[in-house]
Nanobody, 119 residues
Framework: QVHVVESGGGQVPIGGSLSLTCTASGNFDELFAMAWHRQAPGKQRELVARITTGGATFYEDSVAGRSAISATGAKDMVYLQMHSLKPEDTGVYYC?????????????WGQGIQITVSA
């Protein structure tokens, strides 16, 4: 089991930047990837960015080119940096540690952190 905590949220002006940190503890033996998701009001949770333990990254189209996901070598911290923020970036951002498991993957979620982008 992995325990995950997000930090760095808050209110950000349109066009501004954010920097989120995810701190994780536990057993990382079966760690496959780390990811950031977000859930906007009235919408489903969506994947924003993902990084595998091998360093391969993926970005959702709307954030590609203005976001960067990274992790420490020990994989106990994951960062998300975004710039040129838009109102549609508003939402609750969740950190996700994805672990290999029998029959598939297990997701270890943080509690989420609010990001509000406004004028």
């Amino acid at each position: 089991q992995v325990h995950v905590v997000e930090s760095g949220g808050g209110q950000v002006p349109i066009g501004g930047s954010l920097s989120l940190t995810c701190t994780a503890s536990g057993n990382f033996d079966e760690l496959f990837a780390m990811a950031w998701h977000r859930q906007a009001p009235g919408k489903q949770r969506e994947l924003v960015a993902r990084i595998t333990t091998g360093g391969a990254t993926f970005y959702e189209d709307s954030v590609a080119g203005r976001s960067a996901i990274s992790a420490t070598g020990a994989k106990d911290m994951v960062y998300l940096q975004m710039h040129s923020l838009k109102p549609e970036d508003t939402g609750v951002y969740y950190c996700d540690y994805i672990m290999r498991a029998v029959g598939g993957m297990n997701h270890n979620w943080g509690q989420g952190i609010q990001i509000t982008v406004s004028a």
